[in-house]
């Protein structure tokens, strides 16, 4: 049986310079969930194990389909309620969806027999979880590698390429995490920072 693997497929999604630069992004769909607050707090992490449990299901429901595939990397996006990027407001002010990407012979009803199948583990925030379709975009991103509370050199680089390509931000502070926290040192994380944007009016 042929596994897809969207991190291999999908190249100029999961795969970034570590210079700024211009991509399409295509038409995807996902499973999400939002949130508020510190990322270090109970309910982001009982949230993001209901979100990876809720993927993992969908993976053996299409497996017994002969569709087997690999689970795509944990995405988060990042605002705040004023607008501010989130690296200047108290981490209790932020607000965060994090989300995974599914490849496209998965379909929603998979989404709901997988969040019940998951329900048996009496995970928290199931019914939070979403289907979402995200539409064509294109942004500006790069890869940043280190820890996630050193960005602002990172994020600098795509703000200042969006200004001299005379570019507009028109979306949250984007981030892939193609690394685990968990198995990888802080100076090693590789992640990619993304912001949808569109021509701006001159």
């Known amino acids: 049986m042929q596994k897809t693997d969207l991190s291999k497929e999908q190249k100029q999604y999961y795969r ?13 769909n996902f499973i999400t969930v939002e949130g508020s607050g510190d990322p270090d707090s109970s309910g982001f992490h009982a949230k993001t194990k209901a979100l990876y449990a809720t993927a993992y299901n969908i993976k053996k429901i299409n497996k017994l389909q002969n569709q087997d595939f690999r689970v795509a990397p944990l995405e988060g996006f990042w605002w705040t309620e004023a ?13 965060w969806k994090l989300q995974i ?3 496209a012979f998965v379909v929603k009803n998979d989404f709901k027999q997988a969040a019940a199948l ?9 019914g ?3 289907w979402e379709t995200q539409s064509p975009s294109l942004a500006v ?7 996630y509370k050193d960005e602002t050199a990172s994020v600098k680089k795509l703000r200042d390429y969006i200004e001299q390509h005379h570019l507009e931000i028109t979306g949250a502070h984007h981030e892939i995490y193609l690394s685990d926290p968990n198995k990888t040192a ?5 992640t990619i920072l993304r912001l949808e944007v ?3 009016k001159i």
């Open 16 to 28: 970034a310079k570590t210079s700024p630069e211009l991509v399409a992004i295509a038409a995807a």
């Open 83 to 95: 607008g501010e990027p989130v690296g200047e407001r108290p981490r209790d002010e932020w607000h």
């Open 101 to 103: 990407q599914l490849p």
């Open 118 to 126: 998951a329900g048996n583990k009496n995970l928290r925030y199931l």
């Open 128 to 130: 939070e979880l979403q």
């Open 141 to 147: 991103q790069v890869l940043h590698t280190g820890s």
């Open 186 to 190: 802080p100076e090693k994380l590789n």
């Open 198 to 200: 569109k021509s701006a």
